[in-house]
């Protein structure tokens, strides 16, 4: 059974302190006063309305008889009393979903028809609710913290809205609870694989968020019906909440230390991986899915290697890992990338394709033992190896300066920067800052960002300071590299 506790270990025991100036929360129908704006015609019969009096006042200098009707507001009192109705939170999610997210993504309101039935059905339906709810306050936690500049998203900062991280903890917990009891019936159904990608969707925006056990259950989950291929036979199988497990667990990988790592990710085959992550293009990760294939046998590398006794030799099949890796990433052509899923057009997307070969091979570098990176930098010497770092990391650096502006609308991808910044130790100060800078444009450019950029904007420079080189020294807690 997967964690249903009401709070997660990272929820801050602040006391809940109204924010009278959020707009974008409930206190959209909050006015400064405190007072709740009068919405009883979303209430219903049942529910006790604002008192609403009419006072009828003769005018004394109309000798006709004429009437008039002053129609006097409830107090405040009065509207404390109102009893909140059960869609009271999906109304107000509704409102925010039409209203102010568009102005939010910049993108035109739509109140056609057909935006109604899309509502209707992929927001209403069945136990769908608490789901939409959760990425309505994301959005609009998100957007908090974008408007006053602060990367990390965390709930121990800014006080003011701990009103919206009490209610997504709530929500999160009722979803939970309805995972477990459609887990517990048995029964197949592709419901629990979208749940748990709705609670690790909202999870990984959050610093420090326990997404990784959520991974971890939902691979259970997995194994539960039988497996990969036994899940991929029945009707619709969940290939989107598949591929975004797989990429999120497979990137989380290379971050996380080598003996702290989702080892049922590394466990997947090569044709699952390429199975699931070829199903369809995987927004905000543009990695073709060879290069992806390269990275996911780096870190399987990785944990073989670390396991190896430092004292004796590498094992030959090791070595021949390394050198089919290395071949993998070499014999890459950008200009000549397709897949069998569509992808943005050449020659655009190719600039995609120069910044993950560039990155796939500096992470080979920078992560493997020396026997094994040597295989793809060619080095034989010590003074080969930094030779070998110091040219991949100008060659990524190029790669994604060139990808900027052609690529600034397609969000190019926070991992290539976490792997610049691992090759920029004992950089500049001058270079440290350049970081930084490309990995806040890249939270500037995604309205609806992961954490991965504000917490590499927290890790780098306390790696830097340290004057450690290794990969290891770098992520030596679990990390988080997607935006």
Known sequence: MLNTSRRPRWHTSRSVVPCLDNKLSRGSFTTKSGLVANLAGYAGSNATKPTRYAKVVEDEDDHEGIVRQQVVKSTAAALSGQI??????????????????????????????????????????????????????????????????????????????????????????????????????????????GRIMELMNVEVAIMDAPWRKHLRGYLAVIERYGGLDTLCEYPDPPYRGLQFGLVHGAIGNTVSPVHDQVSAINDWSDAHVMRIYTKLYFQGFGCPSRLFLAIHHITQLRVAAAAVDSVTPLPDDLLLTAASIACEIQDFSASQWSETYQIPPQPLIAHFGRVYQAAAGLYMILSLPRPLARLFSGATSVEGDEAARLHQRTTLFQAINEARGPLKNLQCGTWPLAVLGVAYYGGTPEEHATIIGLLRETLSNTKTPDCGAGTLIRDLPEFWASGRTSWEDCFYKPSVALT
Request: hydrophobic share 45%; glycine share 8%.
């Open 84 to 193: 909140t109705p059960a869609e009271w939170g999906l109304m107000e999610g509704l409102r925010y979903y039409t209203t102010v997210l568009p102005l939010v993504l910049g993108v035109p309101l739509d109140h056609s028809p057909k935006a109604a039935r899309k509502i209707a059905l992929h927001i209403l339906s069945g136990t769908r609710g608490p789901g939409f709810l959760m990425n309505v306050l994301r959005f609009q936690i998100c957007h908090v913290f974008a408007a006053r500049g602060i990367p990390a998203i965390h709930p121990d900062t800014l006080p003011g809205i701990n009103h919206l991280w009490r209610r997504l903890f709530e929500l999160m917990s009722e979803a939970l609870q309805a995972l477990n009891d459609g887990l517990a019936k048995n029964i197949f159904s592709a419901a629990p694989f």
